[in-house]
């Protein structure tokens, strides 16, 4: 099981990325924030990659799951998405991922294990789900929209050059 909050969603089915991750987890569960934000408005938007994850959703790949426990201080200080996020990863015990560094701190604190949308295109090398060329110009993609630094670009590409 693995748990998606909004942005590494939306950034892995822009760079084409949702299959190779549906081929190695079955599904992948998102809560009812992260359905709303990313599916109901992006449908409404005519985003194409929201129509491509309703599809998964009607097909039951992508599962919504509803949080149970309510942590009102938490939910002032992280957007709603990655709220529901990490308390559905600590209810469940799966793997979440989060691109919000407040949310990632969150979640390590709380000693839930998260991966950012790099760490999850290094993970797809890792598992040989996508080769070196693939991985350099997803993470060229992914960090050419301005998602992070050109240090921490050159980091990934290093750490996937071990996997070539």
Known sequence: MIIFD????????K????????????NIIIPDAVYCEVIEKGIKHGYSDAILLENYYNEHRILKY???????????????GEYE???LSETLKSLVILDDRKARLVAEQRKI???STADMLLLLI???SINFNHFKRN??????????THELYEKYLNEGKKYE
Not at 15 to 26: A, E, S, V
Not at 66 to 71: F, G
């Open 6 to 13: 909004s942005s590494p969603l939306i950034h892995l089915t």
């Open 66 to 80: 509803s949080i149970k426990k309510q942590d009102p201080l938490l939910k002032k200080y992280l957007h709603l």
């Open 113 to 115: 294990s998260s991966i």
């Open 126 to 128: 890792k598992l040989k």
């Open 139 to 148: 993470l060229l993609k992914y960090s050419s929209n301005g998602w992070f």
């Open 85 to 87: 996020s990490i308390l």
């Open 15 to 26: 760079i084409g990325k949702i299959d190779f991750i549906l081929k190695k987890f079955k």
